[in-house]
């Protein structure tokens, strides 16, 4: 799958949001440029549209529930 399409506008495509620059690079990499089909961000606008924890992580999928009970 190509680049995702929110890359211009995704908190954490954006900004250094995350644990280290290394583990950022490798999470931006594979979600963001080569397969955002189990990016958790991406998930979760279905559930919160553009209202993603800014700290959220592609990789955060156990709070996909935390933000479903929220709503
Ligand atoms: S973190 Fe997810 S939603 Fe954001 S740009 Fe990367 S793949 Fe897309």
């Known amino acids: ?3 995702c399409a ?3 506008i995704c908190d954490f495509f954006v900004s250094e949001v995350g644990y280290s620059p290394e583990l950022n690079h490798n999470m931006k990499q ?3 440029l080569e397969d955002n089909t189990h990016c958790a961000r991406l998930l979760a606008m279905d559930i919160v549209g553009e209202n ?3 700290d959220m992580l592609p990789t955060d999928t156990e709070r996909l529930t935390e ?3 929220s709503m």
Request: net charge negative.
């Open 1 to 3: 799958m190509p680049e």
């Open 6 to 8: 929110y890359t211009s």
């Open 30 to 32: 594979h979600f963001c």
């Open 52 to 54: 993603i924890p800014v």
């Open 67 to 69: 933000l479903d009970a």
